[in-house]
């Protein structure tokens, strides 16, 4: 069992940053992706960013990539979503996940474990 706290979510203005942070009881031993995702009311939980475990590589949607900024700290179990330029259509709630045994996919229903989320709200 893997438990997952996001933190560092609020508001902000428009143009402003945010970095999020997702600290982990534990990562698994093997392959694993942890990723980030959101959600608004009525949608879909959507793919953000996404860590391979194996080699490292990083993945980005296309609506953050060069804004958003994932790493991750393994000597503190911690995961880090830094946010950049931000708009106001990234208003959601933002969910930490990790897939176990696996790396990384754009998937929701492939990842196994999830955080509570926090809220980003992005408005003047």
């Known amino acids: 069992q893997v438990q997952l706290v996001e933190s560092g979510g609020g508001l902000v203005q428009p143009g402003g940053s945010l970095r999020l942070s997702c600290t982990a009881s534990s990562f698994a031993s093997g392959d694993y992706g942890i990723a980030w995702f959101r959600q608004t009311p009525g949608k879909r939980r959507v793919g953000v960013s996404c860590i391979n475990s194996r080699d490292g590589y990083t993945f980005y949607a296309n609506s953050v990539k060069g804004r958003f900024n994932m790493t991750r700290d393994n000597a503190k179990n911690t995961v880090y979503l830094e946010m950049n330029n931000l708009k106001p259509e990234d208003t959601a709630v933002y969910y930490c996940?990790?897939?176990?045994?696996?790396?990384?996919?754009?998937?929701?229903?492939?990842?196994?474990?999830w955080g509570q989320g926090t809220q980003v709200t992005v408005s003047s």
């Open positions: 996940a990790t897939r176990v045994g696996l790396g990384c996919n754009s998937n929701p229903s492939e990842f196994h474990y």
